[in-house]
């Protein structure tokens, strides 16, 4: 393989060509310094000890057992850096006072947690948020949920995912904010800024899955990923420079074989590309049991070995394994491990707890009143953020919104009463008691009508785990068949004394979730058979779907006059999408995925590169001999109870120099009778050069709110950056000379063209 970082131009240099700051290292000189104060005083187990996070479960791994009194011994001995799992505060403080008082340096431990999406109070999950289009609304986001696990003593997110997913049979596309690297990049910008702004309560993200993890092979979770590094640089990893250049503290190493070498043995990745090119200097966690499992993937001779590559590849900490714990002392004294590469392993995780301010305030200040206080104190902005989200995909006849006169509402569907789903995959902490279901937002909305809710079928999961209920709500025990029956007659017979009938369906939140992939986009159970019988009955329908993948709506698009995407809104899921049913609050929110028509065009993604086209007839192309290669719904797409124009598109200059940047203005206007959002969305290609670039790319977007009748100029930037991309051919980052295409509008098919020269 050729040595990337030798040829390629450091992040520094990129953004300083871009015209931005440099990025910012998230520690100091003075932790940094500190941290070698403290390193000269340890011993070699000492200094193993903090490159060891065990979990703190209910489950005996990785000879950690589940009892606290086991904890108690290896933290008195200095064996733990940090914990993982735990979010009882008392307990997080009475582990804390044991590290600080009866280990021999008085340490703390560092606390972390997966706060993906919220800790009290849940906020949409990540593809949902990303579906906003709006980052400001995502940092805010992230702040609140970093302030709710402060609380808790948590210092440390394991968030945010950043991984680009152009395969949604992959249960963890939920985490992520969809298939496109431009829109990754603004997401892991905003979720880092969000999370690690807050100097009064410091916190750290974590950029994950340290990289290629959503390639997975067939989206299979845990499969090999085979990526080319072009497509690496171009598509998988902006959004991972994006999350380094805003000071992300941590990056997370994935599990899967990266071009058949482990992600967390992998030097390439992550010296090489981490730390030499992206210029990272925090410390780099593996994935839960990824060193041990360096074994499993037929890399590391054994255990030892494991911990020796682990160590080479620049992995500060071992998540879960025990691996570093159990192996490297025998590693440093047959001369296999130098005392100086341990010691650089265990640095930057000393100088981020100095960082965080750990050692000053190491503790939880939680009362038994912080659960409720912060969900009072937040609950407007979880239900703020779950509206924005939510991407209306149709919406004939102008069904939406619903009369507020409307008498008799029917839910229908297995969603519809699931509070604790609404929460999504990743909600581990929050209650699904504090959570509101759609019939009761709807309730509480229509207090005319009569609300009345039937589920007709049931969700269970194809797969029972022994994980079930751990990560979420424990799957259904399944009807009987009589009991099959009568529910499918209740909901019938309910969608036929309605005016209106709201089907909610979709996918478990535990479907959604880690070892979750699907060979199928269906709707999961009889949800289709159900719509299709409801539908039948000539009732109006609104669908709302719950789910982070795309699911098969093939039918459902051409049928079904209303469907809206509601992801999995997280706490006031209920009472968001009643404002949205009711017009108090209007969708705005755009795809991040374009919306395959049937599970066989995956991978379906808008920015391709142009096919080979022999001779000029439609059938010289590339086509299914049954679909057409288009999406259902393009990425970026998503309507609104307005409607908008764009208009006007110009462009600051028609040819620029290399290291010019062109300006494109367009008027937008709203031409609807309410107040709504529209996002303005710029779509760049390069006609041609050293490499086949793709038929148009993302590069600027804004969501802008308009009154009735007003217009706005918006104005987005094409530069140098924007135009950089890595070229297989020239083994480096290039800024060609050529012409250029761009297109402004509210989707990927955006119409509004011109064009420009960059000029040699
Ligand atoms: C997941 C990570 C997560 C870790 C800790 C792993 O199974 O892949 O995303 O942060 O567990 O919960």
């Given at each position: 393989?050729?040595?990337?970082?030798?040829?390629?131009?450091?992040?520094?240099?990129?953004?300083?060509?871009?015209?931005?700051?440099?990025?910012?290292?998230?520690?100091?000189?003075?932790?940094?310094?500190?941290?070698?104060?403290?390193?000269?005083?340890?011993?070699?187990?000492?200094?193993?000890?903090?490159?060891?996070?065990?979990?703190?479960?209910?489950?005996?791994?990785?000879?950690?057992?589940?009892?606290?009194?086991?904890?108690?011994?290896?933290?008195?001995?200095?064996?733990?850096?940090?914990?993982?799992?735990?979010?009882?505060?008392?307990?997080?403080?009475?582990?804390?006072?044991?590290?600080?008082?009866?280990?021999?340096?008085?340490?703390?431990?560092?606390?972390?947690?997966?706060?993906?999406h919220g800790f009290d109070t849940e906020f949409p999950v990540p593809i949902g948020a990303a579906s906003s289009w709006d980052p400001e609304m995502v940092q805010r986001a992230q702040a609140m949920a970093a302030e709710e696990?402060?609380?808790?003593?948590?210092?440390?997110?394991?968030?945010?995912?950043?991984?680009?997913?152009?395969?949604?049979?992959?249960?963890?596309?939920?985490?992520?904010a969809?298939?496109?690297?431009?829109?990754?990049?603004a997401m892991?910008?905003a979720q880092?800024l969000g999370?690690?702004g807050?100097?009064?309560?410091?916190?750290?993200?974590?950029?994950?899955?340290?990289?290629?993890?959503?390639?997975?092979?067939?989206?299979?979770?845990?499969?090999?990923?085979?990526?080319?590094?072009?497509?690496?640089?171009?598509?998988?990893?902006?959004?991972?420079?994006?999350?380094?250049?805003?000071?992300?503290?941590?990056?997370?190493?994935?599990?899967?074989?990266?071009?058949?070498?482990?992600?967390?043995?992998?030097?390439?990745?992550?010296?090489?590309?981490?730390?030499?090119?992206?210029?990272?200097?925090?410390?780099?966690?593996?994935?839960?049991?990824?060193?041990?499992?360096?074994?499993?993937?037929?890399?590391?001779?054994?255990?030892?070995?494991?911990?020796?590559?682990?160590?080479?590849?620049?992995?500060?900490?071992?998540?879960?394994?025990?691996?570093?714990?159990?192996?490297?002392?025998?590693?440093?004294?047959?001369?296999?491990?130098?005392?100086?590469?341990?010691?650089?392993?265990?640095?930057?995780?000393?100088?981020?707890?100095?960082?965080?301010?750990?050692?000053?305030?190491?503790?939880?200040?939680?009362?038994?009143?912080?659960?409720?206080?912060m969900l009072a104190k937040h609950r407007p902005a979880a239900r703020l953020a779950a509206e924005r989200s939510a991407v209306l995909?149709?919406?004939?006849?102008?069904?939406l919104p619903?009369?507020?006169?409307?008498?008799?509402?029917?839910?229908?569907?297995?969603?519809?009463?699931?509070?604790?789903?609404m929460n999504g995959?990743?909600s581990?902490?929050a209650?699904?008691?504090d959570t509101v279901s759609v019939?009761a937002g709807l309730?509480t909305k229509?207090?005319?009508?009569?609300?009345?809710?039937?589920?007709?079928?049931?969700?269970?999961?194809?797969?029972?785990?022994?994980?079930?209920?751990?990560?979420?709500?424990?799957?259904?025990?399944?009807?009987?068949?009589?009991?099959?029956?009568?529910?499918?007659?209740?909901?019938?017979?309910?969608?036929?004394?309605?005016?209106?009938?709201?089907?909610?369906?979709?996918?478990?939140?535990?479907?959604?979730?880690?070892?979750?992939?699907?060979?199928?986009?269906?709707?999961?159970?009889?949800?289709?058979?159900?719509?299709?019988?409801?539908?039948?009955?000539?009732?109006?329908?609104?669908?709302l779907?719950f789910?982070?993948?795309?699911?098969?709506?093939?039918?459902?698009?051409?049928?079904?006059?209303?469907?809206m995407d509601c992801f999995f809104g997280g706490t006031e899921t209920g009472n968001a999408v009643a404002d949205l049913l009711a017009g108090d609050a209007v969708p705005g929110g755009k795809?991040t995925?374009?919306?395959?028509?049937?599970?066989?065009?995956?991978?379906?993604?808008?920015?391709?590169?142009?096919?080979?086209?022999?001779?000029?007839?439609?059938?010289?192309?590339?086509?299914?001999?049954?679909?057409?290669?288009?999406?259902?719904?393009?990425?970026?797409?998503g309507?609104s109870y307005s409607?908008?124009?764009?208009?006007?598109?110009?462009?600051?200059?028609?040819?620029?120099?290399?290291?010019?940047?062109?300006?494109?203005?367009?008027?937008?206007?709203?031409?609807?009778?309410v107040a709504a959002d529209e996002v303005?969305?710029?779509?760049?290609?390069?006609?041609?050069?050293?490499?086949?670039?793709?038929?148009?790319?993302?590069?600027?977007?804004r969501r802008v709110t308009l009154a009735?009748?007003?217009?706005?100029?918006?104005?987005?930037?094409?530069?140098?950056?924007?135009?950089?991309?890595?070229?297989?051919?020239?083994?480096?980052?290039?800024?060609?000379?050529?012409?250029?295409?761009?297109?402004?509008?509210?989707?990927?098919?955006?119409?509004?063209?011109?064009?420009?020269?960059?000029?040699?």
């Amino acid at each position: 393989m050729i040595k990337l970082h030798a040829l390629l131009p450091s992040v520094v240099a990129l953004a300083l060509l871009a015209g931005q700051a440099p990025a910012q290292s998230a520690l100091t000189t003075d932790d940094l310094r500190r941290a070698d104060a403290l390193l000269a005083q340890m011993t070699p187990a000492e200094k193993i000890g903090q490159l060891n996070q065990p979990f703190y479960f209910k489950l005996p791994i990785a000879g950690f057992k589940a009892d606290p009194v086991s904890y108690e011994d290896h933290i008195r001995r200095g064996e733990i850096g940090s914990l993982l799992f735990l979010t009882d505060a008392a307990e997080i403080n009475r582990l804390q006072k044991i590290a600080l008082n009866e280990s021999r340096l008085h340490i703390p431990i560092l606390f972390g947690f997966d706060v993906i999406h919220g800790f009290d109070t849940e906020f949409p999950v990540p593809i949902g948020a990303a579906s906003s289009w709006d980052p400001e609304m995502v940092q805010r986001a992230q702040a609140m949920a970093a302030e709710e696990a402060w609380h808790a003593g948590l210092r440390w997110s394991f968030a945010p995912m950043v991984d680009i997913a152009r395969d949604p049979r992959w249960g963890r596309i939920s985490e992520g904010a969809g298939e496109d690297p431009f829109l990754g990049a603004a997401m892991a910008r905003a979720q880092v800024l969000g999370f690690q702004g807050s100097s009064e309560r410091p916190f750290l993200a974590t950029l994950k899955h340290f990289a290629g993890y959503g390639a997975a092979t067939g989206g299979r979770d845990y499969d090999a990923s085979y990526i080319s590094e072009e497509q690496l640089q171009n598509v998988y990893l902006p959004p991972f420079r994006a999350g380094v250049e805003a000071g992300a503290g941590s990056v997370m190493s994935a599990y899967m074989d990266l071009n058949d070498v482990p992600a967390s043995g992998n030097v390439h990745l992550l010296r090489e590309i981490l730390r030499e090119q992206m210029g990272f200097h925090g410390f780099v966690v593996s994935d839960a049991f990824a060193v041990g499992s360096l074994v499993t993937q037929g890399f590391a001779k054994d255990p030892a070995d494991a911990a020796q590559r682990g160590a080479i590849a620049g992995v500060n900490m071992d998540m879960g394994s025990a691996t570093y714990l159990n192996q490297m002392k025998a590693l440093l004294d047959k001369g296999q491990l130098p005392t100086s590469q341990l010691d650089d392993l265990a640095r930057p995780i000393l100088a981020t707890k100095y960082h965080l301010g750990l050692f000053d305030h190491p503790f939880s200040d939680a009362t038994g009143q912080t659960h409720s206080e912060m969900l009072a104190k937040h609950r407007p902005a979880a239900r703020l953020a779950a509206e924005r989200s939510a991407v209306l995909l149709r919406n004939e006849g102008h069904l939406l919104p619903l009369a507020k006169s409307t008498k008799r509402i029917a839910v229908i569907g297995p969603m519809g009463d699931r509070a604790e789903d609404m929460n999504g995959p990743w909600s581990l902490t929050a209650k699904g008691t504090d959570t509101v279901s759609v019939v009761a937002g709807l309730k509480t909305k229509f207090v005319g009508a009569n609300v009345r809710f039937a589920p007709g079928v049931q969700l269970i999961k194809e797969f029972p785990s022994s994980f079930d209920g751990m990560f979420g709500p424990k799957p259904e025990t399944p009807w009987s068949a009589e009991e099959a029956e009568k529910q499918w007659k209740a909901a019938l017979d309910l969608a036929r004394n309605s005016d209106v009938v709201v089907m909610t369906l979709g996918e478990l939140a535990a479907m959604d979730f880690e070892y979750s992939s699907r060979s199928s986009l269906q709707l999961p159970g009889r949800q289709q058979e159900l719509l299709q019988a409801v539908q039948a009955l000539g009732k109006p329908v609104v669908l709302l779907l719950f789910s982070t993948r795309p699911l098969d709506l093939a039918w459902a698009s051409s049928h079904v006059p209303a469907i809206m995407d509601c992801f999995f809104g997280g706490t006031e899921t209920g009472n968001a999408v009643a404002d949205l049913l009711a017009g108090d609050a209007v969708p705005g929110g755009k795809l991040t995925v374009s919306w395959p028509r049937n599970v066989g065009q995956v991978p379906v993604f808008y920015a391709h590169t142009a096919s080979h086209k022999p001779y000029d007839s439609p059938e010289f192309t590339s086509r299914y001999w049954d679909l057409p290669t288009s999406p259902l719904y393009p990425f970026g797409f998503g309507l609104s109870y307005s409607t908008f124009s764009i208009s006007n598109l110009r462009l600051s200059a028609k040819s620029s120099p290399v290291d010019g940047t062109t300006t494109a203005t367009v008027t937008v206007t709203n031409t609807g009778k309410v107040a709504a959002d529209e996002v303005v969305q710029l779509y760049l290609h390069q006609r041609y050069g050293s490499g086949s670039r793709p038929v148009r790319e993302l590069k600027g977007f804004r969501r802008v709110t308009l009154a009735p009748g007003q217009s706005q100029e918006v104005s987005l930037t094409v530069g140098p950056k924007e135009r950089t991309y890595f070229s297989a051919a020239k083994g480096s980052w290039v800024t060609e000379p050529s012409d250029f295409d761009v297109w402004v509008g509210d989707s990927s098919e955006a119409t509004l063209h011109e064009s420009f020269s960059v000029l040699p």
